[in-house]
């Protein structure tokens, strides 16, 4: 794999306890808005993360690499672990007095039951591609210095750190396999277009969701808050417009954007708080 850190290594889930009881309502710089938008997230990624998987699978049999096959083992395991740890976010969520069951049900419905049954193999491994890029920048804007993780309340802090440390250490794992089987610059481009209107899509409904059952936060409020966050972390510019900017370009490879480093000590971190 020309394009990874020398030091990569083999890419492992990680078995992680976390104590998401007494979570607090409002965990992102205890605001509705800035929670709301997390919490978009967290229901959106376990179906995501299992279709990435089913993605993948689907190609491993035209793998020869034996580091790539490696690699992508390792990606399901870590796959399928941050879907169940989002999961449990659910109940934290239901147990708050969301009705987060019917967005839900649309979003299964609308994505995987329908989009992914009547899209070919090839784009879906092609979305996985771009969605994986996403995430990493996501995960690279959490963990950085100052990053969003310093006002996320400290027990949502553990898991998002440790989700955001993995999908640095596996953002590759898709697009080597999408660049070994189906090197189209066309199908990279179909991807991203159809993961970016998907994302944007889903994301901005399950927050909008949420903020409708957010009894006395008027619009004037929202959109005080929204813009508020917005100034402190502007996700169109920072995610999508770098994204696309990024994927764009011919030559893109996740690894052009070294930041395993950034991984590393977030591992560290972890272990030194279980020790």
């Keep these: ?45 376990p179906m995501g993360e299992r279709f ?16 790539l096959r490696e690699q992508i083992r390792g990606f399901f395991g870590q796959e399928g672990r941050h879907a169940h740890e989002h999961e449990r976010v659910f109940e934290t969520l239901r147990g708050q007095g969301y009705d987060i069951d019917t967005f839900l049900r649309v979003y299964k419905r609308v994505a995987f039951d329908l989009i992914e049954r009547i899209s070919p193999p090839a784009l879906r491994l092609s979305v996985t591609a771009a969605l994986e890029h996403y995430t990493a920048i996501m995960a690279e804007g959490a963990l ?21 440390a993995e999908e640095i250490e596996h953002k590759a794992v898709a697009f080597d396999l999408l660049k070994q089987v189906r090197p189209s610059y066309a199908l990279r481009m ?21 903020l409708r059952q957010e009894k006395g936060l008027g619009l004037r409020e929202i959109g005080r808050q929204l813009r508020a966050t ?21 030559s893109f490879h996740p690894w052009d954007n070294d930041n395993l480093e ?14």
């Design 52 to 67: 990435f998987v089913r993605a993948v699978r689907h190609y491993m049999s035209e793998i020869e690499d034996p580091t």
């Design 262 to 275: 950034l991984a590393r000590r977030s591992f560290q971190m972890l272990a030194d708080e279980a020790a």
């Design 230 to 250: 917005q100034r402190r972390e502007p996700i169109i510019r920072r995610v999508f417009l770098r994204g696309l900017r990024e994927y764009l370009r011919p």
């Design 190 to 210: 179909a991807g991203m277009a159809l993961a970016t209107t998907l994302l944007g899509a889903f994301w901005f409904a399950g927050a909008a969701m949420l």
């Design 144 to 164: 950085a210095s100052e990053g969003t993780l310093e006002m996320v309340h400290p027990k949502m802090q553990r898991l998002l750190r440790w989700h955001a």
């Design 1 to 45: 794999m020309p394009h990874a850190p020398a030091d990569l290594g083999p890419i492992k889930p990680r078995a992680m306890d976390f104590d998401l009881d007494d979570m607090p309502r409002y965990w992102m710089a205890g605001l509705p808005v800035s929670t709301a938008i997390g919490n978009a997230l967290h229901l959106i990624f």
